[in-house]
């Protein structure tokens, strides 16, 4: 126990590092680019306050607009103030199953870019078969994630099938796969099939009742079971990859493709079998979108959580909880950012600097140990994805 | 110019990798350093070069200490250093490689190769080197590739030059090519720091002989000294050199290959119909100069080439087409020419190296699932029974030295009911010891009464080791000759020339 303790703390050291200095650093560029704060640069004192304080009310909007607000309350009762953590969770949802995606193709050594057009092809899937079809409560929820799913799935899968048939490169077939999922929604949305009757833009029917996943905290926050569901499928990856014969098969690929092939591991089936597996958790996480928080598919509904998710993976070092976590943080960071831009006047845009510096130094393990003087411990379980000559 | 060591002390931890080490170099001397992998040899001479600090100690180049800290310090001291993992840019020429580091522009800053193009062909006349300066790197063969290396410390006036494992890449020609090379330099007054576990070559070269076991010297010794001794003081104990040919049964062939060919990716047949068999309780080995298809013919054997044509019988089935999968479970062993690469996972532990592949059948799988217990109990068994050297069997395989790699390779390729084994290169970079244990293995297969195809081009694991010889020769097999052939003979027909069967 002692010595998971330990372990969980070397696994996190790194990445909390980093996070707290971009922090520091967002910090110093909130306080700089505030012309009140320049304006106090002559005297050395009032200027320093003054930048502690723009920083500080700018993050604290940033923990209100992101977990807790007690100005909230007011009027409501104490669970409105948690309204900010709903908005958290509810975009961290599909974030943690698009995250999850992608480290799985990161384990298996393939770079999964196409994370977006799975999701896309997941939300049609599940927005078809939940506004189309009458199902009874619980099975038609079951019903329609899993036609996202499958669909995602035979579109991801294509992807692993044709690098193995062709040798063809993961990451050109699936930033491909995106553009061409990315128009083949907007085709479909003006179809007859997806039209809303009286309605000439591209939106598709609410799905029915039967097939929303259930609010987890009454109809003033959006949270929704999808969480349930996403959280589920980080247990079920971690289990797949570690408990499985077919996740040994996928480990043991992605480290080593030569000497699975000669081991007599199928090499196709495994690049396959991951594809068609991430397309399934991506197709998820646009199914647990229209099914829980949107509830009708628009041209836009896959946002960027396709392209977070890349992100959110290497935050989360491709392991299952890791991934959750960067999820988390990224759900916070956008529901935060918005508070932050309307309540304090700063752009929206510094939360997408503070992502971009977190990211940067986790991708430089070098430079955090070097700021922190710390000494290299072992960290050979990095990411095994192998770019252009995988 | 002589070099001198005294009292050369480095630690890792509570690691000594290095414990107070002397060691003198005289001028135009060939000093051979001869150790296991794992004795201390490479940071000896990492800290001669610069690449590591030693804890106490100090290094003297002709009498006079000096202080090397960083490799730029050596060179200047007159230091040069070829190391085993050739440092050359592949995509440059010979003189693009050898000005690396030291460029000089010529007119508006223009690169100037012209002055390192006369240095190349200064020194290859004087050495008899036949390096052409404007070549490609990665289009030449291993062993010019040295030269270019050695190139580089000659221009560079390198007095001293550290040979790290130079052999271990090279062909037996290339080999022999390379001693010639130091001789020469020796007599144009180079001295030179030979560092290997290769005895005869070491017997054949060296002026002196120091022995560093477990980063200590435990012997400097002339090279009269016997291979038996030498290696007895290298591992610690007695070795035993040239496993004893006992007298053995050998039953009816029970792997039959019938023109046999393997194509490459362009369709040229890299093994050109060969016909071969190996019966149970034999050795037949496969020898010949690198490069002339044993290692795609070893592939073939288990249907991991993509272009396969004629017939494999493996007990009377036609086993040529199947999978790799099929093939390995039909009874058939096979040990990787390059084990990191084809052999191993290395991030993965030894446990789960060696079910790689049975991890999905019974006892190791249950269902989908992975029985960790089993994997785990099964491995401490395999461990014990190869003498897989490492604290636990959870340790990645990455950490393990060479022979202990190749020792996870071993246990995991025998633990499948096997009828045949197929070894390609199964000693390659690998220390005394391990090779003995190698050769023990191979051998006890053999008296189970399996098959063994040895593919190997060292001469001595041949002749040690088989009942039959195949000689291969730019993709077919010239000859197959019995055991007691001369060296010469089978010298003679891995150069190609098939004059007559050698033993008939």
């Not at chain 1, 993050?59 to 908005?87: C, M, R, V, W």
């Not at chain 2, 993965?348 to 999905?360: C, T």
């Amino acid at each position: 126990m002692r010595n998971s303790l330990v372990k969980f703390g070397q696994a996190i050291k790194l990445p909390g590092l980093s996070f707290g200095l971009a922090f520091t650093l967002t910090g110093l560029i909130i306080a700089f680019s505030d012309a009140k704060v320049l304006s106090k640069i002559g005297s050395p004192l009032t200027f320093i306050k003054s930048a502690v304080a723009t920083a500080g009310n700018a993050y604290l909007a940033l923990f209100q607009g992101s977990i807790f607000d007690i100005n909230l309350t007011k009027g409501h009762n104490f669970f409105q103030g948690f309204y900010p953590l709903s908005e958290t969770i509810v975009i961290s949802t599909p974030l943690i199953l698009t995250g999850l995606s992608v480290a799985l193709a990161f384990k298996s050594g393939l770079f999964n870019i196409g994370a977006q057009g799975q999701f896309i092809f997941g939300a049609i899937g599940a927005s078809y078969v939940g506004f189309h079809f009458h199902l009874p409560i619980v099975i038609h929820v079951i019903a329609a994630a899993l036609a996202g799913m499958v669909l995602a799935a035979i579109w991801g899968g294509a992807v692993g099938l044709l690098k193995a048939k062709t040798g063809a490169h993961e990451v050109i077939l699936t930033i491909m796969m995106n553009y061409i999922a990315g128009y083949f929604i907007l085709w479909t949305l003006k179809t007859s099939q997806f039209l809303r009757p009286g309605r000439i833009d591209p939106i598709a029917p609410e799905v029915n009742q039967s097939a929303r996943l259930p609010l987890l905290a009454g109809a003033n926050l959006r949270i929704h079971a999808g969480i349930f569901i996403a959280l589920a499928a980080a247990v079920f990856v971690w289990w797949l990859l570690t408990k499985t014969t077919i996740g040994y098969k996928f480990r043991s690929v992605g480290a080593n493709s030569a000497a699975s092939k000669t081991a007599g591991i199928s090499v196709p089936f495994v690049l396959t079998a991951t594809m068609a597996i991430c397309g399934a958790l991506a197709g998820l996480g646009g199914a647990v979108q229209v099914l829980g928080s949107e509830h009708a598919l628009n041209a836009d509904i896959a946002g960027s959580f396709g392209f977070d998710a890349i992100t959110v993976a290497l935050l989360g070092r491709a392991q299952p909880l890791g991934t959750v976590f960067a999820a988390l943080l990224f759900g916070a960071l956008h529901a935060g950012g918005r508070t932050m831009q309307s309540s304090t006047g700063v752009p929206l845009d510094i939360v997408l600097v503070t992502q971009a510096l977190i990211v940067l130094f986790i991708a430089a393990p070098t430079f955090v140990r070097f700021v922190f003087r710390l000494k290299k411990i072992n960290s050979s379980a990095g990411l095994t994805s192998k770019g252009w000559n995988g | 110019m002589s070099l001198e060591l005294r009292g050369i002390t480095k630690t890792f931890g509570s690691f000594t990798a290095n414990d107070a080490i002397n060691l003198r170099v005289e001028t135009g001397q060939i000093h051979a350093i001869l150790g296991e992998n794992g004795a201390g040899k490479s940071t000896l001479m990492n800290i001669v070069y610069g690449l590591l600090k030693a804890d106490s100690g100090e290094i003297l180049v002709d009498e006079k200490a000096v202080n090397i800290t960083e490799p730029s310090d050596a060179l200047s001291a007159g230091i040069g250093m070829v190391h085993q993992h050739f440092m050359l840019i592949p995509v440059f020429t010979v003189a693009e490689n050898i000005v690396l580091g030291h460029e000089k522009s010529g007119k508006f800053g223009a690169l100037d190769i012209e002055t390192a193009r006369l240095a190349i062909k200064e020194v290859s006349k004087d050495f008899g080197f036949e390096v052409n300066p404007d070549a490609i790197v990665e289009t030449l063969p291993v062993g010019i590739q040295q030269k270019v290396e050695i190139i580089r410390a000659l221009i560079y006036e390198a007095k001293v030059l550290i040979l790290d494992e130079p052999t271990a890449v090279l062909t037996p020609q290339e080999t022999d090519e390379l001693l010639k090379t130091m001789r020469e330099l020796k007599a144009k007054g180079t001295s030179i720091i030979f560092i290997t576990h290769k005895l005869r070559e070491v017997r054949e070269v060296a002026d002196q002989i120091t022995i560093i076991r477990r980063g200590k010297v435990v012997g400097a010794v002339s090279p009269q000294t016997s291979e038996g001794e030498l290696a007895s003081l290298m591992v610690g104990r007695a070795v035993d050199l040239a496993p004893e040919k006992v007298k053995h049964e050998i039953g009816s062939p029970i792997l039959v290959a019938k023109d046999l060919t393997v194509r490459n990716t362009l369709g040229a047949a890299v093994v050109n119909k060969v016909n071969f068999h190996v019966s149970a309780g034999e050795v037949l080995a496969v020898a010949g100069v690198q490069g002339n298809g044993q290692s795609e013919l070893a592939r073939a054997l288990i249907n991991l080439e993509d272009h396969i044509e004629g017939s494999i019988l493996l007990d009377d089935k036609e086993i040529s087409g199947a999978s790799i999968y099929d093939s390995l479970h039909a009874g058939i062993a096979f040990i990787p020419e390059s084990r990191e690469l084809d052999g191993l996972v290395g991030s993965f532990s030894i446990a789960e190296n060696l079910i790689l592949d049975l991890h999905d059948q019974a006892p190791y799988a249950n269902g989908i699932m992975l029985s960790a217990g089993v994997v785990m109990a099964e491995a401490e068994k395999r461990a014990k029974e190869f003498d897989i050297r490492a604290q636990s069997v959870s340790d990645a395989v990455s950490t393990l030295s060479g022979g202990n790699k190749q020792k996870v390779v071993i246990a995991r390729e025998l633990s499948r009911p096997v009828k045949v084994l197929v070894a390609s290169q199964p000693t390659r970079g690998l220390d005394v010891g391990s090779i003995e244990f190698v050769h023990e293995r191979i051998l006890a297969e053999r008296d189970a009464g399996r098959g063994v195809i040895l593919f190997s081009t060292e001469l001595d694991e041949v002749m040690a080791l088989a009942d039959r010889i195949a000689v291969m020769y730019r993709g077919e097999i010239l000859d197959i000759v019995d055991s007691n052939v001369t060296r010469e003979e089978l010298g003679l027909l891995m150069a190609g020339v098939a004059a007559k069967k050698a033993s008939a």
